[in-house]
């Protein structure tokens, strides 16, 4: 049973679409995150979420909106793509020190986004 | 600010040898955790070793090791008896806040058979 689960795993998309990544996470963590790896494989946070609440948002434009229905489910809706979005997404989960864990990341397989 | 470094892109070792991976990181928080995660070509993130900042005995876990010098805020990656199997991108990783771990820019290892 994976642990963190993310779809799709690739999106190939045109300019100017709107595009969803949705994440799942089944280890009971209370914080989820978006990062983004570029061509560069440079990972970069992009949202923190805990509880469903927003904690992290890293000056990423507003045309990413991260969206928690619950603190198992962390999704990504993407408006207007550009060029530059084209990367990896990886969706991770832990369980943060002051609530008992180490603060380490699980990941999800992350999904290829490439904007054409 | 970069808050995690790792200063090597790339590195390469001999089947069977042992390698030394670098890193060095700037946090402000006084307990904190610092990883190494390793994504193969496959780009799952894997996490290889963790060490409890507080902790002065340095982490092992079979042929991965490291050296923690919290004064010199350096935690390098020691592979012992490297294996075709560990040819990855290796990265380092410390907290900058109780709920955001950065990450540095990586070291793309070969393993030379």
């Known amino acids: 049973d994976t642990a963190v689960s993310q779809t799709p795993k690739y999106l190939v998309t045109q300019m100017g679409n709107d595009k969803s990544i949705k994440c799942e996470q089944n280890?009971?963590?209370?914080?989820m995150y978006w990062y983004k790896q570029d061509s560069k494989k440079f990972l970069k946070i992009m949202f923190s979420?805990?509880?469903?609440?927003?904690?992290i948002n890293e000056t990423v434009p507003n045309r990413f909106s991260p969206k928690s229905p619950d603190k198992a489910h962390l999704n990504l809706h993407i408006n207007s793509l550009e060029l530059g979005d084209s990367a990896v997404y990886f969706c991770a989960s832990s369980q943060v020190r002051f609530a008992g864990g180490t603060g380490e990341l699980f990941f999800g397989e992350g999904s290829r986004l490439t904007v054409l | 600010a970069q808050t995690v470094t790792q200063s090597q892109p790339e590195m390469s070792v001999q089947e069977a040898e042992t390698v030394t991976l670098s890193c060095t990181y700037d946090t402000s928080e006084s307990d904190y955790y610092l990883f190494w995660y390793k994504q193969p070509p496959s780009r799952q993130m894997i996490l290889v070793i963790r060490q409890e900042a507080y902790k002065q005995q340095n982490a092992t876990e079979n042929r991965f090791s490291v050296n923690f010098q919290k004064a010199a805020k350096s935690f390098s990656l020691k592979i012992s008896d490297s294996q075709l199997g560990d040819a990855a991108m290796y990265f380092c990783?410390?907290?900058?806040?109780?709920?955001?771990?950065?990450f540095g820019q990586g070291t793309r290892l070969t393993i030379n058979p």
């Open positions: 979420y805990n509880n469903k609440e927003l904690i």
């Open positions: 280890l009971g963590h209370d914080t």
């Open positions: 990783a410390c907290h900058q806040g109780a709920q955001k771990l950065v």
